[in-house]
């Protein structure tokens, strides 16, 4: 009997302590949360490809396989972005000048399969978001992260121009899904409390 006792007494104060945590997180504004995506965009807003590195090989069992860059690139080609040769494997893809309009070398973070952060110097970009409006906001389910805050917003979008051929909408699905969404689909952004100040954090870090 005692044991239950001090057990429900420990999980009062524990949850007491919680509700007290809570407390002590003011609110965030929607002024205050606006800055913090409008920050996150700006590092994280580009719309890439994980094209990383060039030049750029599709073999034989790329084609069979239909991967990205077996769909993509001669797409690309026929647009004048890139250009290519064939190689014993099968066809190797370089940047033409055009191209290397669009391959931001700004330094990046992504997250990878397993949730881990990798950095990379350059990647083939086809659009940046910028902030519309912050909808809504809620707590994470985790009690633990309860300095915060899961931001949904919708966004204007500013795309390459040859994003409008019909081709390029084709193999680039989720870019043209997301240029027709302008002003209406939302997205997250994750902003954590820091020194008094909300700030874009990539979620997992």
Request: aromatic residues 6%.
């Amino acid at each position: 009997m005692n044991a239950i006792l001090r057990l429900s007494v420990g999980s009062v104060l524990a949850a007491a302590l919680t509700c007290v945590a809570h407390a002590s997180i003011a609110e965030p504004n929607q002024q205050e949360l606006s800055h913090a995506v409008t920050q996150f965009l700006v590092d994280h807003g580009d719309l890439c490809m994980a094209k990383y590195t060039w030049p750029r090989d599709v073999t034989q069992e790329d084609q069979q396989a239909q991967t990205n860059d077996a769909l993509q690139l001669p797409v690309l080609e026929r647009l004048g972005l890139v250009r290519s040769k064939d190689v014993p494997s099968g066809k190797r893809y370089w940047l033409t000048q055009k191209g290397q309009k669009y391959y931001s070398k700004k330094k990046r973070t992504t997250l990878g399969i397993h949730g881990d952060a990798e950095e990379h110097v350059g990647d083939f970009c086809i659009a940046s978001l910028t902030l519309d409006k912050v909808i809504k906001w809620t707590p994470p389910d985790d009690p633990k992260l309860q300095a915060e805050r899961i931001v949904s917003y919708t966004y204007r979008i500013k795309a390459a121009d040859w994003m409008s051929d019909s081709g390029a909408r084709k193999v680039f699905p989720i870019v043209d899904r997301i240029i027709r969404g302008e002003g209406k689909l939302q997205m997250t952004a994750t902003v954590q409390l820091q020194d008094g100040q909300w700030m874009p954090v990539l979620p997992g870090k």
